[in-house]
């Protein structure tokens, strides 16, 4: 199923030289910077809450405990 958007000519124009230079149709462009935008905010997102966590030294002093005791099962598995 398709739809029509309404995008700047400028947007348009982009989109179609990207389609040429890739060999890939306007809408699969637009698919791919619909998953990397969603990608970008999730993480950006994920860093900003780890900057939060990392402000409080007790709880990330919990995090790096647990992630000692995580990586020490890893080393585990490996032997």
Known sequence: MSTTIRVKENTRDRLAKLAKSTGQPMAQLID???????????????????????????VWKEIIEERD????TLDDHSK
């Open 32 to 58: 791919q910077a619909a998953d990397m935008l969603e990608r970008k905010i999730f993480f950006d997102q994920l860093s900003s809450r780890f900057e939060e966590l990392n402000q409080d030294s007790f």
């Open 69 to 72: 005791v995580e990586n020490a």
